[in-house]
């Protein structure tokens, strides 16, 4: 399932809710998410797990990737076609499809949403993915670090055509190979005329395409209820007549909401891998995750510039111990998950734990002025715990005075995105197409999307670009591990750990678990 960016220790907020987990009909589910309520719904605006966990459902993308035999696989496209160079692509979409409005869906609407969330004066999340097309620097002129950019005279991406009702092209900047992939990212998923009149109107009021549809009004801080739309012609209906997403305050919190029968569907927290068998017999499920999770430094600050000390502070993490105390975890090896293609492992090589050699690291850089501050999410059960294990391992190998800070994670993210963050936080990342450029370009890239640290490398940056016009699979993949090998000299931030995923679920449903799109409650079959 593709996840987005995902804050490791996620934040939660209060779900309001009445009714059980089994819903009110035959075929209903509960799906709890241990995050903040989502303020609105916009999948062009979103790059979060739990928004893009809603989007799922009621947005449908031009391609998907078949969970019975991992090849990309058309939904409401009905053909995508590179020119020989990979640098323009041709994209024709299946007829009759509707938005839930009636408005029938056209490339129109396709083209029109992707040039609003190109237009960088509007500062939606997912505008840095259309950064490969061409004319998008015309949107985005250069803009001091965290700032929004101010709205520019242009306001198409000129490499974005529409041909006819059905039809349209995307001109690159360059040839990309991958770019087929991308093209199942529901934050590309496109927006009805109405919607793209007035945005705010329909933040909790959207206007999908997939298979569910809003059932009734929607206020922030709410569930979000769903009921199947019949208008829904593509393929991969699941079998729920209607879902519930609950946001619970915290992970532990909706874990025994679903103990207490009051939901179908949860993630196992941390602070339960090593009893949720026994809390629950038969009816938990576990899967590799592709995410991978990150400390995070900040680029902005001055103390951090010399690699070396980034080295060190590496090197004191003793990555075995802390992937016990998270549980279902492995010390991660390089950047990328370890079922990617391309994944190496022992890949960085200064994520072996040593301390003496941290120490030595720490003086050749001239040492840390000033106490290490690290910032923890208040919501989550485990996330002080966690910080507290990273600090003291850094302050007994490197000898460091350390402190903590604990804030919401939406302000962490706000603190971090405007530069203005204090310290070291924790980051995680799951890919949205199963490309190992997927983990590159969006956290190490120079306008990459996910780029937690501010870290800018030219040299990285054309590495990419080389990777990204190689129409090769295989060679592209060597490509862009040389792009990996720059990130983990530079290390912008620390890799700390790979895990497996657990959940439970009801006696009433079982989950689909893919070893391609991971364990999905929304394509859960019913008993």
């Avoid at 680029?299 to 993490?317: E, G, Q, T, V, Y």
């Avoid at 391309?342 to 850089?365: M, P, T, V």
């Avoid at 959940?503 to 008993?527: C, D, M, N, Q, W």
Wanted: some cysteine.
């Amino acid at each position: 399932m593709a996840l987005g960016l995902s804050l490791v220790l996620a934040s939660c907020g209060d779900g309001k809710s009445s009714g059980s987990g089994s819903g009110d009909g035959a075929k209903s589910e509960t799906i709890a998410i241990a995050a903040d309520p989502l303020e609105y719904i916009n999948p062009l605006n979103e790059n979060g797990s739990p928004g893009i966990q809603v989007a799922m459902a009621m947005f449908a993308p031009l391609v998907t990737t078949d969970p019975n035999t991992g090849k990309t696989v058309n939904v409401l496209a009905d053909s995508v076609t590179p020119d020989q160079a990979s640098q323009t692509w041709t994209i024709k979409l299946k007829a009759g499809n509707t938005f839930q409005n009636g408005q029938p869906l056209t490339a129109k609407d396709y083209v029109d949403s992707w040039n609003m969330t190109a237009q960088g004066s509007n500062a939606w999340k997912n505008n840095g993915f259309f950064s490969k097309v061409e004319g998008y620097d015309a949107l985005n002129p250069p803009t001091p670090d965290g700032a929004t950019p101010k709205p520019t005279a242009v306001k198409t991406l000129s490499g974005l055509k529409q041909i006819d009702d059905l039809t349209f092209s995307v001109k690159l900047k360059v040839p990309f190979s991958q770019f087929g992939l991308t093209l199942q990212y529901l934050g590309l998923a496109p927006l009805p005329e109405e919607v793209r009149k007035d945005p705010d109107a329909y933040k909790r009021k959207p206007i999908g395409n997939g298979a569910y549809k809003l059932d009734g009004t929607w206020n922030a801080g709410d569930d979000i209820k769903l009921v199947k739309w019949d208008g829904y012609k593509g393929p991969n209906v699941p079998e729920a007549d209607a879902i519930t997403y609950r946001f619970i305050p915290n992970a532990d919190t909706a874990y025994n909401e679903f103990l207490a029968g009051n939901v179908d569907f949860v993630d196992v927290p941390s602070t339960k891998v090593k009893s949720f068998e026994a809390d629950a017999p038969d009816q938990w499920v576990k899967s590799v995750s592709s995410g991978a999770n990150y400390l995070v430094f900040p680029a902005w600050d001055a103390r951090f510039k010399n690699p070396k000390l980034r080295h060190a502070f590496s090197m004191a993490i003793d990555r075995k111990a802390f992937a016990d105390l998270v549980g279902l975890a492995e010390p991660a090896k390089g950047l990328v998950a370890p079922d990617m293609a391309g994944y190496r492992d022992n890949a960085c090589k200064y994520c072996a734990f040593d301390a003496a050699k941290a120490k030595q690291l720490l003086q050749e850089a001239g040492g840390f002025s000033g106490p290490v501050n690290i910032n923890y999410n208040t919501t989550s059960a485990t996330g002080q715990i966690f910080a507290e294990a990273i600090g003291n391992m850094i302050r007994q190998n490197l000898g460091l005075e350390v402190k903590y800070t604990g804030k919401q994670g939406s302000e962490i993210t706000e603190l971090a995105d405007t530069r203005k963050l204090d310290g070291l936080r924790f980051g995680g990342w799951g890919h949205d197409y199963p490309s190992i450029e997927d983990y590159l370009t969006p956290m190490f890239k120079s306008t990459g999307d996910a780029n937690f640290a501010g870290y800018n490398s030219p040299a990285l940056d054309a590495v990419l670009a080389k990777g990204d016009a190689e129409p090769d699979p295989d060679k592209a993949i060597a490509i862009y591990q040389q792009a990996e090998d720059i990130a983990l000299e530079d290390l912008p931030l620390i890799p700390l750990y790979t895990k497996s995923n657990a959940y439970l679920h009801s006696a009433r449903i079982e989950p689909r678990v893919s070893k391609y799109t991971g364990v999905s409650a929304l394509y859960a079959t019913f008993k």
